[in-house]
């Protein structure tokens, strides 16, 4: 049986006449960028999100890198963050000659530990940036409540966690700022790059949409120093959608995960856990084994792919060596970085298909 990590075409076919209809309206319009379809894309998403504001950018980097800009970050800043992620959540601190810092996760849920987050605290701190990893919430309150009493600004990592929640509230808008990405692979995802802030905060909904087109409100008269964060309007007509199956989408992936924890619950692997206080939407079913690497090989050898995310905690990356970080500075990092590995999950991956994994994990 033929297993795909991710089947991207199954998802196409169920929905071929509307996504096919609604890009040839795009086309036929002549209308390409920041038309009616990104502003209703806007709305929607803000809506889903239980935000007041989205304003859509070329990609999910983008969308933290002008929310660093939004709320002021400079060279010199601050900001704490984990080693435990996709590089582009520190990459974009960096880029603004600001200094990431980083903190240590929760080996359960792989997200920032908030017990560590004060010691890192210093008078160069300006901002937290918690990761929603896989799809699972980062434990937001405890992180909400340092930024309070120091006077700091949270932006919302959610890149693989659209529609997850935290204590019943969606998240993205939960902090200051919510980054989303629209990568392919996502729950929600595009036919290219795209991505989208969400926030409550009325003043920097308009700064971020002056940023993201050259710093102007009208064309071609500039008040600030802005760039090119545009998404596209092709992108948003097939985000419009995809944007109403995304419920249903998210509750066939929970599903899965459910079969995929009733079946390996014996297994030597450590499962995903999910807190009580949040709601997984499993972007990445990631389970642990300290075998790992013989793991993958065998499942590979059986017709079962599988991917890790990730293998190298950023702190031990080589672009990042000036930082001054070493091995052993983040352990539970490090430890999960050579344990992870997420099995194939998708709303249309057969009850056979599962079963299939269940067994060449159990079986290992």
Not at 24 to 33: A, N, Q, T
Not at 100 to 126: C, H, Q, S
Request: proline content about 5%.
């Amino acid at each position: 049986m033929s297993i795909p990590l991710l089947d991207l075409k199954a998802q196409y076919a169920s929905i071929r006449e509307e996504i096919n209809e609604a890009v040839l309206k795009v086309i036929e319009s002549g209308c390409y960028i920041l038309g009616p379809n990104v502003a209703a894309l806007e709305e929607e998403v803000a809506a889903y999100c239980q935000a007041s504001f989205g304003i859509g950018v070329a990609s999910g980097t983008d969308a933290l890198y002008i929310s660093l800009l939004a709320i002021g970050i400079k060279p010199g800043d601050e900001v704490i963050t984990v080693p435990f992620t996709f590089i582009a959540t520190a990459e974009v601190i960096t880029l603004l000659g600001a200094k990431p810092v980083f903190v240590d996760i929760d080996p359960l849920t792989f997200n920032i530990n908030p017990d560590r987050i004060e010691a890192a605290v210093t008078k160069k701190t300006k901002a937290i940036i918690p990761v929603h990893l896989y799809g699972q919430p980062a434990d937001l309150d405890p992180i909400l409540s340092l930024a309070a009493k120091y006077d700091l600004k949270v932006i919302e990592d959610g890149a693989q966690a659209i529609g997850a929640e935290y204590k019943g509230k969606r998240i993205g808008a939960i902090g200051d700022l919510g980054a989303l990405s629209f990568f392919p692979a996502k729950n929600l995802g595009a036919y290219g790059d795209g991505g989208m802030v969400v926030t409550n905060n009325e003043d920097l909904a308009e700064l971020i949409k002056m940023l993201r087109v050259h710093g102007s409100k009208e064309k071609y008269y500039h008040s600030i120093i802005g760039f090119n964060a545009r998404l596209d309007e092709l992108q948003a007509a097939v985000l419009r959608v995809k944007l109403k199956y995304l419920a249903e989408w998210t509750e066939a992936r929970r599903q899965k995960a459910a079969a995929y924890n009733q079946g390996l619950k014996d297994s030597s692997v450590v499962i995903p856990q999910e807190p009580l206080f949040a709601r997984h939407v499993y972007n990445q079913y990631t389970i642990r084994s300290r075998r790992r690497d013989e793991l993958k090989e065998d499942l590979a050898a059986n017709g079962i792919p599988t991917a890790i995310h990730y293998p190298m905690p950023l702190h031990l990356q080589e672009a990042f060596a000036f930082l001054g970080y070493k091995k052993g500075d983040f352990p539970e990092s490090e430890r999960a970085a050579g344990e992870v590995l997420s099995l194939p999950i998708y709303p249309e991956l057969s009850e056979q298909q599962a079963s299939e994994i269940i067994k060449g994990v159990s079986g290992f």
